[in-house]
């Protein structure tokens, strides 16, 4: 099913006002074509073209003397220029915007100020993290710029599986390359604070370890073609509701263990080129202007050497602080924040009056400035790359639709209804997502892609024979109350959320003769959320009353004939499952998987592929079970101003394990169509010196070659503060196994690894003690359990006092 256009425009209302009204910097479509200098045997591009080498154009020498150079030669108009994007023209599909400037690749996102008298071109950022979003329709123009929707990043998360990451990301940034984009605003891996945080799509988990591996992964991946990424929101972007102005209260603990771990490890173990900070407050500072976040962690304590950029107006409270420019760019330039996005004719002025009044030292100006300048001399537009605008679309079709099947979650699959074969009996296919499938979410983190294949598409590519009544009532109920739905968005305004289409109402007696007439009924409950915006309690994450009457009517008629249902989650985020799950025999959780959807869900109804994605997160029995539910969006209600953590690190499974809430899914969970056995559980040692390896060996004990996905959770000491039951510490997954075949996974704990962060410390310490290793299944489904000794406490890492409270406040004790 084809795209239609409001699904392609992007949630950004603040930009396209304050596009019409103000004027920008221009962005050159030149080609950067300088003259050449041969100078003994080595031939330079003389960008400044001035008949001589200058240092910054010797590229036989560093990155950064070349850069410390070119800093020299700026003026300070020019640097003012370089340290804010020079806008968003033309980025909005829905709105027309009066006079932009499309630029070089449009729909892209913003870009950096070129410099044509010393040869620096303007890089172009576009999002992520789905895949490049860029305009796929280009005015006077007969070629299409479709790029490749991948899986959402929930759903790829659920794959645990970092090589194919890798792989998605390497498709990823060669349609950044070959489009012309030099940074994909990308990876997203903010925790899952809540179930209800409208964004969760983009994210990966509500375990950092997870967010922190697939980022690298994706990162690595990405970066491999020679373009940058931007690992965002940086940090704790955790809610969409008055996002630009929340202000957090966060505990440092919570924060380091929970919130910044996973960017500490895809920065350590990754090298984003960028990181951008967040729109949020954290204990009344803005991310952007926080120069404990930005200075002393991220680059003094991680070691990262690329720029921060701005989210697009961050720092900004809201809508009349953009128009009158009132935020202290200067606080943000010291900070590290290096560059200002997307770029404000009112930034301009505030950072040459504060360099003028030397409120803004030169120093910090020229280590920013510099910082971006890097950045541009690694770009591909730096070395004039010739972008094809041709990327391989045919094989990344084939990669996300293989990509999207591994993140497939099975729920549930009583009497092995799963897979599915019988391709001569008809298959009743129920709710309206069966016939428009949801590849990925709204808002930024949606892509323009070409196609999205629905469910009764695979289903009827891979030749199973489908109800035809049923496909005759949906088809056109679907095209109606989707039109409505997207003429009801345009209505609302460019800020609206995507609604649910309602269910088409079907008699029971309607239902019954299907379920004479078909073998097998599948439901496909469908969600979709995005930028700007949460999701709610009620039809949302509950079911709506229309979806529990189709499951309701359709399990009872069907089962009724001694015939199985088999509901589809094409969803973003997380939905209650406890009240229906009983009534269906199976459950395949697709999430939003990528444009060749319904092509994934049926390699894993089929039994082309053994499902083997594993829950990043909790499924709670109920939204009340979520340890944020009572200060979710925070307070005063109506309008949020302010919202404190006090769960602190009891996010997610942290929290269910150690509290003994029962979920309906547990972390971790995810079912096979194999059975896999663990045995021969090693330690290297018992006594913990630098590192501890486990090794285990893992069977497929069933009839169909499957992967499975080793999970090492650790239960630490916990006499010097009180620590979550279980942390998840590391994962491994298998080779595919076939029947009967065993592997052996090696699993390293770090010092680190058993450190918490004690604020009386300020620092990352490993008590003394037993500690106690849990190798499982899930996080509940343990398997085996060892334990080793840390003989003297260990001082891992020292830092800088960060996050002073502004209110204090008690955390969740268990
Ligand atoms: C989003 C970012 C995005 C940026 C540029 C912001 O509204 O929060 O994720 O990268 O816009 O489009």
Redo the contacts with the bound molecule.
């Keep these: 099913m084809k795209k239609t256009i409001i699904q392609t425009a992007r949630v950004?209302f603040l930009t396209a006002v304050v596009i019409s009204n103000l004027s920008w910097n221009s962005i050159s479509d030149e080609k950067n074509n300088p003259p050449l200098l041969t100078i003994k045997g080595f031939t330079f591009k003389d960008l400044n073209n001035n008949g001589k080498l200058d240092i910054y154009e010797d590229t036989r020498l560093s990155i950064q003397e070349r850069a410390a150079d070119l800093v020299n030669k700026m003026t300070d108009e020019e640097k003012a220029n370089f340290l804010m994007g020079t806008g968003m023209p033309g980025f909005d599909g829905l709105t027309p915007v009066v006079g932009a400037i499309e630029g070089r690749v449009p729909g892209a996102?913003g870009g950096t100020y070129e410099i044509k008298r010393l040869g620096i071109p303007a890089v172009i950022v576009a999002?992520?993290p789905a895949g490049l979003r860029i305009k796929p329709i280009r005015t006077n123009d007969k070629n299409t710029y479709y790029c490749t929707a991948f899986p959402v990043g929930t759903a790829l998360a659920s794959t645990w599986n970092e090589a194919l990451i890798e792989s998605v990301g390497k498709a990823m940034g060669s349609e950044v390359k070959e489009y012309g984009v030099d940074v994909l605003?990308a990876p997203?891996l903010n925790i899952h604070r809540n179930p209800l945080c409208g964004r969760n799509f983009e994210y990966y988990s509500e375990d950092p370890l997870v967010a922190g591996k697939i980022a690298s992964a994706m990162v690595k991946g990405i970066q491999s073609n020679g373009v940058g990424t931007s690992i965002?929101?940086f940090a704790a972007n955790n809610q969409e509701t008055n996002r630009l102005s929340i202000n957090e209260h966060i505990s440092e603990r919570a924060m380091r263990e929970i919130y910044l771990k996973g960017f500490e490890i895809a920065v350590k173990e990754s090298n984003p080129w960028t990181v951008?900070s967040s729109?949020n407050l954290i204990n009344g500072t803005y991310t952007s202007a926080r120069k404990d976040l930005l200075t002393d962690i991220l680059r003094n304590e991680w070691g990262f050497k690329g720029i921060v950029m701005t989210?697009?107006f961050g720092g900004y409270a809201g809508f009349n602080s953009i128009i009158s420019g009132t935020s202290n760019v200067t606080q943000q330039l010291e900070a590290g924040n290096d560059l200002l996005m997307p770029g404000l004719p009112a930034q301009k002025k505030a950072i040459i009056e504060d360099m003028k009044s030397g409120k803004l030292a030169k120093e910090v100006v020229d280590l920013n400035v510099k910082r971006i300048l890097e950045l541009v001399l690694k770009s591909p537009i730096m070395s004039n790359y010739k972008y094809s605008d041709k990327p391989n679309l045919t094989k990344h079709a084939q990669i996300t639709r293989q990509a999207a099947s591994e993140g497939m979650v099975l729920l549930k699959n009583d009497k092995n209804v799963l897979p599915y074969t019988n391709k001569a009996a008809s298959v009743a296919v129920f709710g309206v997502t069966s016939y428009d499938f949801i590849a990925g979410g709204t808002g930024?983190g949606d892509v323009n892609e070409a196609y999205t294949v629905s469910l009764i598409e695979g289903l009827s590519k891979a030749g199973f024979s489908l109800d035809e009544e049923l496909k005759t009532l949906y088809t056109p109920f679907v095209a109606k109350e989707k039109a409505a739905e997207l003429k009801s968005r345009e209505e609302r305004g460019i800020l609206a959320l995507p609604q649910r289409l309602p269910e088409l109402k079907l008699e029971k007696e309607a239902i019954e003769k299907k379920a004479v007439s078909s073998e097998l009924a599948i439901i496909t409950i469908g969600r979709n959320s995005g930028?700007g915006g949460d999701r709610t309690v009620d039809n949302d994450f509950n079911l709506a009353e229309d979806e529990v009457v189709l499951i309701n009517n359709v399990s009872e008629a069907f089962h009724a004939k001694g015939k199985k249902v088999v509901v589809i989650m094409n969803i973003g985020g997380v939905i209650e499952t406890a009240s229906w799950k009983d009534k269906v025999d199976a459950i395949l959780l697709s999430w939003q998987p990528g444009q060749e959807g319904g092509n994934s869900v049926v390699d894993v109804f089929s039994g082309k592929v053994n499902p083997s994605g594993k829950l990043t997160m909790t499924f709670p029995m109920k939204y009340e079970d979520t340890p944020s539910a009572k200060n979710w969006l925070g307070t005063p209600i109506e309008n949020p101003t302010t919202v404190t953590y006090e769960e602190g690190v009891y996010v997610g499974y942290r929290y269910f394990s150690t509290f003994n809430v029962k979920p309906s899914y547990e972390f971790g969970f995810g079912k096979s169509y194999s059975y896999f056995a663990y045995s021969d559980v090693k330690l290297s040692n018992s006594v913990f010196k630098d590192k501890l390896t486990v090794s285990v060996t893992v069977k497929n004990t069933g009839k169909i070659a499957g992967k499975e996905v080793v999970q090492l959770y650790l239960s630490a000491p916990s006499k010097s503060i009180d620590k979550p039951k279980e942390e998840l510490k590391a994962f491994a997954k298998t080779k595919e196994l076939k029947p009967g075949e065993s592997s052996t996974l090696q699993l390293t704990i770090s010092p680190k690894d058993l450190a918490s962060f004690l604020e009386s410390k300020n620092a990352w310490v490993a008590e003394a003690g037993t500690y106690k290793l849990l190798i499982g299944a899930s996080s509940s489904d343990i398997k085996n359990t060892t334990e080793f000794t840390v003989e003297k406490e260990i001082t891992v890492e020292k830092a800088k006092k960060a996050f002073e409270l502004d209110v204090p406040f008690n955390e969740l004790k268990p």
């Design positions: 950004s996102a999002d992520g605003l997203a965002k929101h951008m729109y989210d697009w930024s930028e």
